[in-house]
């Protein structure tokens, strides 16, 4: 392997840098084509190409472009780079390929294999005497300490890189990482700091390189939102959104969608941020970034349970504990082998490697408790939601109850009034002074007498529809009946009723009507609230006409009527208990609103279906549709 001499080494990494100066090697503008045409035209040029340094350079280009789409498949090209570096028995690039193939281990969740990586690319830069290029491993190493929980180590590692980057693009970065850092331990003056450079630096080298603007973009908004700024994080994301969209990328949609959701999380919209959640969450796993994905496992829990939605919730949050304890042991594993690797066989190592051992014992102890405690937190917040949901249900309907009881009280009280009153008052004068009521005074009597009793029946008979109707007690059993013979016994009691208000009752059968499935009394009540409804809004001379005739497979009977009509604001009213509609009836007749209720729900018994046709100042048709019985 050759070495490079001093001079040559210095110009060699001056002209390496230039081409790749990029702390993780993003520097791949927006493709002209679009996304699948271009990823396909990439590979056909690295395929066709045969000199050795062309084939380094586009594998890790297409290593640059995966970074953001495909976690696997851009390892998969930076080691054919490695191997064309390899080739070339050039170190910088050797020593580039290893440091970016342990930076995709990491990101990927292999810790160990990033370590063993990184560790390749510092025997490399030992071997040929390269220092100019370790700081980039440094910095790679540095992050991935901060990724498996050791930020001790990590600092200092961020810290010499931002010593030795020299370009504001490349600086960027490291300071991202230090300022999350720093925000993560609780050092709120050093994190506020680099923030603030942070945001001062974005605009500096806008559409200078896409890619590399939309990396520092999207990781800015996320640094915004964990510092609360999250007006400024929508207005940054809005600004880019265009540039965004040409990239379509995996993770910086995925990112993207993200950001919003915690956005939308903070605005009290927990639907958008569960929408803006689950696209993240499907953009993070076609990237394979473990630990976004960690991070957004545990965001749509967070949102699940604002909707109140504990089953998804909990769902949700098993998968993050999955992946963070797989998470936990591959850093285990990556912590063990590192000290292994690096410590001598001495006694304060193997003390280290024991207190190590049982820091990551007592660890697991702990979050094994910590799971078990929230999945009982869990069952018992769905528990208490459940049965506080119970709860208003049954509240909600005793105050319904309640309700239609003191309504019952106060219809029954008035309603019974007025015809009690005329049967009293009648029957005292006659029970007084029989000798001054001569036969002609008699009848008219009896007669106002017999219309209040009626009254009173057929309120107190819809009194008790509706009480078995509540109740669920007023089954009705169908059988097949002839209903020529019901309507006519109707027709006979009812148009009695009919003649006392001077109002002509007519009936219409069409020859030959076929038998139809349903029950005598339900539909003897149910004639008899829709005929006494009529009766009660047609004025005098007027008629009331009962029809009945085959339609389809089913019987109408229909009721029809030559009053005001209805209004549009009454036909939302129909049908609906203790409803009164606008118009009032002809003879100041008592009108409680059961009656069509009761119909509605008699008719629904026998599977039928009731109807209404009216025009205002017209009248009013109610139709009630019966099946036929099947032969």
Not at 142 to 167: C, H, M, V
Not at 366 to 373: D, F, G, H, I, W
Not at 521 to 526: G, P, T
Not at 568 to 573: F, G, I, N, P, S
Request: hydrophobic share 40%.
């Amino acid at each position: 392997m050759t070495v490079i001499s001093g001079q040559w080494k210095e110009l060699v990494g001056i002209i390496i840098f230039s081409l790749t100066a990029t702390v993780i090697g993003y520097a791949q503008s927006v493709p002209e084509l679009p996304k699948e045409a271009f990823i396909e035209q990439q590979i056909s040029e690295y395929e066709n190409t045969s000199d050795l340094a062309q084939k380094y350079e586009r594998a890790r280009q297409l290593y640059r472009y995966f970074r953001f789409e495909d976690l696997e498949r851009a390892k998969e090209y930076i080691e054919l780079s490695l191997e064309h570096a390899r080739a070339l028995d050039d170190p910088v690039r050797i020593i580039y390929a290893y440091t970016e193939l342990g930076s995709a281990f990491s990101e990927l969740g292999d810790y160990e294999a990033a370590f063993q990586e990184y560790s390749a690319a510092f025997t490399m830069g030992s071997v040929s005497n390269i220092t100019s290029e370790i700081f980039h491993t440094n910095y790679h190493l540095g992050k991935t300490y901060f990724d498996i929980q050791l930020p001790a180590l990590s600092e200092p590692l961020l810290r010499s890189a931002l010593d030795n980057y020299i370009e504001e693009r490349t600086l960027w970065i490291p300071k991202y990482d230090l300022a999350v850092l720093y925000s993560t331990i609780g050092d709120s003056a050093r994190a506020k700091k680099l923030f603030e450079e942070l945001e001062s630096s974005i605009y500096t080298f806008e559409n200078e390189d896409e890619v590399s603007d939309m990396q520092q973009t999207i990781l800015l908004a996320e640094l915004m939102i964990e510092m609360g700024a999250y007006s400024k994080a929508e207005n940054l994301m809005n600004a880019r959104q265009p540039t965004f969209q040409q990239l379509d990328l995996c993770f910086f949609n995925g990112l993207l969608s993200l950001n919003r959701s915690r956005i939308a999380m903070q605005v009290n919209k927990p639907k958008l941020a569960l929408e803006l959640a689950l696209s993240a969450y499907a953009d993070f796993n076609a990237h394979k970034d473990e630990s976004y994905i960690r991070k957004t496992l545990l965001h749509l829990s967070e949102v699940y349970a604002a909707l109140n939605d504990f089953e998804h919730s909990y769902a949700y949050m098993s998968e993050y504990h999955q992946h963070l304890e797989l998470a936990r042991l591959q850093q285990s594993s990556a912590i063990v082998s590192r000290l292994i690797s690096e410590s001598e066989a001495t006694a304060e190592a193997e003390l280290e490697l024991q207190r190590l051992n049982e820091v990551l014992q007592m660890r697991n102890v702990y979050n094994t408790a910590l799971l078990v405690l929230l999945i009982a937190i869990v069952v018992l917040l769905v528990f208490w939601f459940r049965v506080y949901q119970k709860r208003k249900e049954v509240t909600k309907q005793l105050e319904d109850l309640n309700t239609d009881k003191n309504h019952f009280i106060g219809v029954v009280s008035h309603d019974l009034r007025s015809p009690l009153n005329s049967v009293m008052v009648l029957s005292e004068f006659m029970k007084d002074d029989p000798e001054m009521v001569d036969a002609d005074t008699a009848r008219e009597y009896g007669s106002i007498i017999y219309n209040s009793t009626l009254q009173m029946q057929h309120l107190l008979n819809n009194m008790l529809d509706v009480n078995k109707i509540e109740s669920q007690s007023a089954k009705i059993s169908t059988k097949e009946l002839s209903i020529e013979p019901i309507l006519k016994s109707a027709y006979t009691t009812l148009s009695v009723l009919g003649k006392e208000k001077d109002i002509n009752t007519t009936l219409e059968i069409d020859d030959s009507l076929p038998n139809i499935m349903g029950d005598e009394n339900a539909i003897y009540r149910i004639l008899e609230n829709l005929v006494n409804n009529a009766f009660k809004f047609s004025s005098k001379e007027s008629c009331v006409k009962i029809t009945a005739r085959e339609v389809g497979t089913q019987v109408e009977i229909a009721v029809s009527d030559q009053g005001p009509g209805l209004t549009e604001l009454d036909k939302t009213k129909l049908f609906k208990k203790f409803e009164k509609l606008s118009a009032s009836p002809t003879a100041n007749e008592k009108s409680t609103g059961l009656g069509l209720y009761i119909v509605k729900n008699l008719v629904q018994q026998m599977q039928g279906t009731i109807l209404v046709e009216s025009e205002q100042g017209k009248g009013t048709t109610f139709k009630v549709l019966l099946n036929k019985a099947q032969f």
